[in-house]
């Protein structure tokens, strides 16, 4: 469901040389960024016209998996508000009694609860990554 909702929104900030995907808070518009995926061809120029047409391939391919990637990463970021329906991070998501929501939506419901996260964007060693 949050993953659904994260791959509608990640931004392609990726490159020639590497794969990076960015998502911004709408609550206080901090923008997070995925680790950045080098190509693995990455400074390589194709020397046939059929090595070109394997590259591209290759890039596409590893863009998809990147892209995939940046979407566990993000999962441990950013939250899904049930009631505004917004991807907010961390730090703008609130964990109250009865249901974890946004910080807006807390005050708009006067609910109070503690934050996911005041430690920034780390995300918990190891996570998201391929061993
Ligand atoms: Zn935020
Ligand atoms: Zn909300």
Same mark, same amino acid.
């Given at each position: 469901?949050?993953?659904?909702?994260?791959?509608?929104?990640?931004?392609?900030?990726?490159?020639?040389?590497?794969?990076?995907?960015?998502?911004?808070?709408?609550?206080?518009?901090?923008?997070?960024?995925?680790?950045?995926?080098?190509? %693995?061809?990455?400074?390589?120029?194709?020397?046939?016209?059929?090595?070109?047409?394997?590259?591209?391939?290759?890039?596409?391919?590893?863009?998809?998996?990147?892209?995939?990637?940046?979407?566990?990463?993000?999962?441990?970021?950013?939250?899904?508000?049930?009631?505004?329906?917004?991807?907010?991070?961390?730090?703008?998501?609130?964990?109250?009694?009865?249901?974890?929501?946004?910080?807006?939506?807390?005050?708009?419901?006067?609910?109070?609860?503690?934050?996911?996260? %005041?430690?920034?964007?780390?995300?918990?060693?190891?996570?998201?990554?391929?061993?």
């Amino acid at each position: 469901m949050v993953k659904q909702v994260i791959k509608e929104h990640l931004i392609d900030c990726s490159e020639p040389e590497k794969f990076v995907y960015n998502l911004v808070c709408p609550e206080c518009g901090k923008l997070w960024q995925s680790t950045p995926v080098p190509f %693995s061809k990455a400074g390589q120029a194709p020397k046939t016209e059929s090595k070109k047409v394997i590259y591209y391939l290759l890039y596409e391919r590893e863009k998809q998996r990147a892209f995939t990637r940046a979407v566990e990463e993000a999962v441990h970021c950013f939250n899904l508000c049930p009631v505004c329906e917004r991807l907010v991070c961390n730090d703008c998501f609130l964990i109250c009694q009865d249901i974890d929501i946004c910080r807006r939506c807390a005050e708009q419901l006067q609910e109070t609860g503690e934050q996911v996260s %005041s430690a920034g964007w780390a995300a918990p060693a190891g996570a998201g990554r391929e061993p």
